[in-house]
């Protein structure tokens, strides 16, 4: 089972960006499946999360009504569409898939994860 985000880049303050998570061994749809990130010298933090099977949703407080995560189960993928981004939101950004319907925002309820991609956001 592997998940690969990609989509990350470098990008102005303002500016828009999507990252994507693709799965090979596992579907997605029956999976919660969260968006994470890690600047650096500080902790990896829960930034959004689709529940399984339906389309629930979750934010971090600080990218509520800027950040959409969604899924398209045709193509096994979730999108996290990044709008109005900031430089505080500049970090390597991961992707993971759990079971656990108790924890929705901790990492160590995820079992499987991608690889990370990059944000870099200036001003």
């Known amino acids: 089972v592997q998940l690969q985000a990609s989509g990350g880049g470098l990008v102005q303050a303002g500016d828009s960006l999507r990252l994507s998570c693709t799965a090979s061994?596992?579907?997605?749809?029956?999976?919660?499946v969260g968006w994470f990130r890690q600047a650096p010298g500080k902790e990896r933090e829960f930034v959004a999360v689709?529940?399984?099977?339906?389309?629930?949703?979750q934010y971090a407080d600080s990218v509520k009504g800027r950040f959409t995560i969604s899924r398209d189960n045709t193509k096994n993928t979730v999108y996290l569409q990044m709008n109005k981004l900031k430089p505080e939101d500049t970090a390597v950004y991961y992707c993971?898939?759990?079971?656990?319907?108790?924890?929705?925002?901790?990492?160590?309820?995820?079992?499987?994860w991608g690889q990370g991609t990059q944000v870099t956001v200036s001003s």
């Open positions: 061994g596992r579907t997605l749809s029956w999976y919660k």
């Open positions: 689709i529940r399984r099977y339906g389309s629930s949703t």
């Open positions: 993971a898939s759990g079971v656990g319907t108790d924890d929705f925002t901790g990492p160590t309820s995820y079992d499987i």
